[in-house]
Structure formats: structure tokens, C-alpha cells
């Protein structure tokens, strides 16, 4: 194709027509992809689509707790099982305690869909309680979505800038673990199974690595489309929200 200049007339070919078609499309759907919405399916990194279900906006890395999904498997069995879910995020109160929850990647309005992070690195502000506080959890009742320290919870404060008051730090989700929750991630090598049965794992206690402690169990993967089932062989991080390990205990 050429190009032409300003007030010279142009005959367009079908196959160019549906060129010109083809590229707009393909920009639109990955400007989709980038804002999180139309996501195809696939493994995602620890992010997720969360609906502000509180009357008042939340600021980007503010937390809030997953109480609900907006479309359960009763409602449409088809899109649970095929599409990303969309939780439903709201303030920690007394009542959701122990609930899990992410971090905000953009500001959210209210009824907002947006993408938040529940395993991986993030920045957050964090109220720090006490200067040996390893840990960070959201302050109950705040009313934007704020963090304090505390010496157990699933989201380890990896690097923090003081050791008293509101202090920016980097926050591991997922993979921490404590003395109290157990909740953390594994490496997982996949033996076989699909994304619609889910996959028998082995269960790397110490990171990948073959020699260490090893469980066997069932890992869940819903955000990868059924027709693109994992090969044997392949390492993937589960979490305890998709992970049921025998041996004695459930992790």
C-alpha cells in the first residue's frame, strides 16, 4: 500500500477495506485488555476485576476486602466458569475480618469496576503500629480503605520508608504467610488434569525445588479458558483460595 497526497482521489480495494477493519479492531481489543475490561481468558498476575460497592470513591492502593462476586455460578454458570470474575469489594468491618483482600491499581468510584491486586508486589500506605510489625492488614471501619501494621496477616511489608506513622511501603500479597494464617503460595508442577476438572499438582514447600518437601493436591485455575489446558510438566504459583493440598492439612 501507498500513500497519497491531500485532494487526490482514492480507490480502495476490498482486501485493503478489510485490512484498515482488522487493525482498528485489534487496537481497540488490546486498549480493552490494558483498561481490564473484555479480558480474554488466560493466566492472569495476581490481578483481578473488583466493583466498589461503597457510597464513597477509594484512591488507587487503598484496600478492599473480596465480600462477594457479581455474577455467582446460580446466576450464569456459563460466564463463572468462562470469564474473569468480578468481585465485590467493600470496607473492612469487625463482621469481615479474615476476609481476603486486594489493593487497588486505579481509583475507583462507586460502582466502579476496576483492577486491584491480591498476589504480587504493590505500594501502600501503611499506618505502622509498632516498629517490629511485619505485616499489614486494613484498619476496620475506614472509610478509605486504609492499612495498619500488625505482627500477622498475608501481606508482608517487604520495605517500608519509617518505622512509625503513615509510612509508603512495599507489600508482598499472597505469598507472605504467617505464623497464623499459613496463607501463602507454592510452586505447583503440574501432573495432568484440565482447567475444567482442575490439576493434579505437586506441591513445592520450599520453592522450586525437587529435592525439598513435597504435598500433592487440586489446583484451580478459573481464569483459563477451558479449551487451553495446562501441559504436564509446567510451574505455576498456587494460593490457598485455589489450592486444596492433601497430607493432613488444607493450604
Known amino acids: ?40 481468558s488466560g493466566i492472569q498476575t495476581g490481578i483481578v476485576l473488583v466493583k466498589n ?3 464513597e470513591q477509594r484512591d488507587r492502593f487503598a484496600a478492599l476486602v473480596l465480600s462477594d462476586i457479581a455474577v455467582p455460578p446460580n446466576l450464569n454458570e456459563d460466564e463463572f466458569v468462562s470469564c474473569p470474575p468480578v468481585f465485590i469489594g467493600q470496607k473492612m468491618t469487625e463482621e469481615r475480618e479474615g476476609k481476603p483482600y486486594a489493593i487497588l491499581l486505579e481509583p475507583l468510584a462507586k460502582d466502579q469496576i476496576g483492577r486491584a491486586m491480591v498476589l504480587g508486589i504493590v505500594p501502600a500506605k501503611v499506618t505502622i503500629q509498632d516498629a517490629d510489625d511485619q505485616y499489614a492488614v486494613p484498619t476496620p471501619g475506614s472509610t478509605t480503605g486504609a492499612l495498619q501494621s500488625d505482627s500477622t496477616g498475608v501481606a508482608r511489608i517487604l520495605w517500608k520508608a519509617g518505622g512509625a506513622g503513615s509510612q509508603w ?18 510452586m505447583c508442577k503440574v501432573g495432568g488434569g484440565s482447567a475444567k476438572a ?25 481464569d483459563l479458558a477451558l479449551d487451553a489446558d495446562l501441559p504436564s510438566g509446567a510451574w505455576i504459583i498456587g494460593h490457598k483460595c485455589a489450592l486444596k493440598a492433601t497430607g493432613g492439612n488444607d493450604t
Open 1 to 40: 500500500m501507498e500513500k497519497v497526497r491531500s485532494g487526490e482521489s482514492v480507490t480502495i480495494k476490498a482486501s485493503t477495506w478489510n485490512s484498515f477493519i482488522d487493525a482498528a479492531n485489534y487496537v481497540k481489543e488490546a486498549r480493552q485488555n490494558q483498561r481490564g475490561k473484555g479480558l480474554k
Open 169 to 186: 511501603c512495599l507489600l508482598q500479597l499472597g505469598g507472605a504467610g504467617s505464623g497464623a494464617g499459613g496463607e501463602k503460595a507454592y
Open 53 to 55: 460497592a461503597e457510597s
Open 198 to 222: 482442575g490439576y493434579q499438582v505437586t506441591v513445592y514447600l520450599n520453592g522450586r525445588d525437587d529435592s525439598g518437601s513435597t504435598e500433592s493436591g487440586t489446583l484451580y485455575v478459573p
